[in-house]
């Protein structure tokens, strides 16, 4: 009788996921940093990026200063995923200002399904009846979690296709990083990115003239709250995931995203969800499941970051 094969190891079966889990706490946070600064969207988002870039630095220039892989080749990606980063902020922080957070969050979280075409129709990865099935059941989840809004505003107006602009530049963060990654630790990685995305949300503000000075205290304390906890914490967690997982598995599970602001919302901007939210939650869950189930069949290993 043969032996067992071994089981992967640790680091490779658990930390992806993990660092997913914390990724998605970290970025829950960010509709309601976006609604208690008193600045316009993108300049929110420009000092998010802007003081994450710096806090990093430190840090990237530690390891670079022992082993830099940064070249023309492999910085490629790192600026085209800053860039849709830049968009991506832009557009769902501004969107906020039009369209309820419940709408803005549900749909910037459509990335998964142009995740998922992009997938399919670029990379031409091959994905099972179950993995649809589990995307579809998550992505109806996620509509009953954020219902109340979302069915009171079934009208797309112009905060809606903002936030669905997001969805897509969103996806291609993901997809660009998924390719970054392969040859990118990941501080090196998402230094590149915040560099190359508050240079965007830069030229964005100058050009939408928004001024960069003069805001309150408490708004500044704002931004470097949402740079700690939503830029560092959570890109850097997502960025290490899409090092061991694909784009396509990754995206869907950050569905959980608008379930988690539900929870938070509750003691901090006291929003008590409603049982079609809790059932919501539940289906979305199971579509992350049935995702993750779908992917794990014959797949290949991952390569160490």
Known sequence: MANAAPSPPLRKSIFPYLALAI?????????????????????????????????????????????????????????????????????????????????????????????????????????????????????????????????????????????????????GYYLATQRGRQHLDPITYIWLVTVSASVGLLVINLALGFTLTGYTTQTWLVFLATALVSQIIGYVAVSYALGHLPASVVAPTMIGQPVMTTILAIPLLNEIPQPIQLLGGIAVLAGIYLVHQSHGRNQPGKLDA
Request: hydrophobic residues 55%.
């Open 23 to 171: 990724g998605i706490l970290a970025l829950s946070f960010s509709a309601m940093f976006v609604r208690w600064a008193d600045a316009p969207g993108p300049i929110t988002g420009f000092y998010r990026i802007l003081f994450a870039a710096l806090i990093l630095l430190p840090f990237f220039a530690r390891r670079c200063a022992k082993q830099c892989t940064i070249n023309k080749t492999n910085v490629i990606f790192p600026i085209l995923g800053g860039l849709f980063s830049a968009l991506d902020l832009a557009t769902w922080n501004s969107s906020l200002n039009y369209t309820t957070a419940s709408n803005a969050t549900l749909l910037g979280n459509t990335a998964p399904l142009w995740v998922a075409l992009a997938a399919l129709l670029m990379f031409h990865e091959k994905l099972k009846k179950g993995f649809w099935f589990g995307l579809g059941l998550a992505l109806v989840g996620a509509a009953l979690v954020m219902g109340n809004d979302f069915f009171i505003h079934p009208k797309i107006g112009l905060g809606d296709l903002m936030a669905t602009a997001a969805g897509i530049f969103y996806a």
